[in-house]
């Protein structure tokens, strides 16, 4: 892809996904496909979602880390990375982010920070198709 439609291609993702946004995941664990709808936020060609280590779908990423991920006319791969507690001071930035991007629910009682299973999980893209305004874009990140 020529550098001005990649540009474009990531400032329409910048423009799509850079707040709070729904997204399908999907694993695999013993050839069975699981998909689930998460809140996440992109940044820089990753995903990253708030979640509980003990879940299913982080189970199975630890098994398998090679996600599928769409939504909002989007498509794309990628490896799930569990960047730890989400306090930890590794996470510092991202979740002073993931904090204000999730403001209206992440003091709800959804997230736990003192639970030290509750951590960020970020899904680092590989390769992505992206649909804007009848324009294909084919992203490899």
């Known amino acids: 892809m020529k550098d001005s439609r990649i540009n474009k291609a990531l400032e329409i993702m910048d423009e799509r996904f850079g707040k709070d946004s729904l997204i399908s995941i999907a694993t695999v664990c013993n050839g069975i496909p699981y998909v689930r709808n998460v809140n996440s936020y992109y940044e820089a060609g990753c995903?990253?979602?708030i979640t509980h280590n003990l879940s299913n779908k982080m189970k199975q990423i630890n098994t398998n880390s090679t996600v599928a991920i769409c939504g909002e006319w989007f498509t794309g791969?990628?490896?799930?990375?569990n960047l730890g507690h989400v306090c930890s001071d590794n996470n510092v930035n991202i979740e002073n982010k993931l904090r204000k991007v999730f403001e209206s629910w992440y003091s709800n009682g959804h997230i736990d920070e003192s639970d030290?299973?509750?951590?960020?999980?970020?899904?680092k893209l590989s390769?992505?198709?992206?649909?804007?305004?009848?324009?294909?874009?084919?992203?490899d990140f």
Not at 77 to 81: A, M, P, S, Y
Not at 127 to 139: K, P, Q
């Open 127 to 139: 390769d992505a198709v992206l649909f804007s305004n009848g324009t294909r874009y084919d992203i």
């Open 77 to 81: 791969h990628g490896t799930g990375i």
């Open 116 to 123: 030290v299973n509750t951590c960020i999980l970020c899904i």
């Open 47 to 49: 995903f990253y979602i």
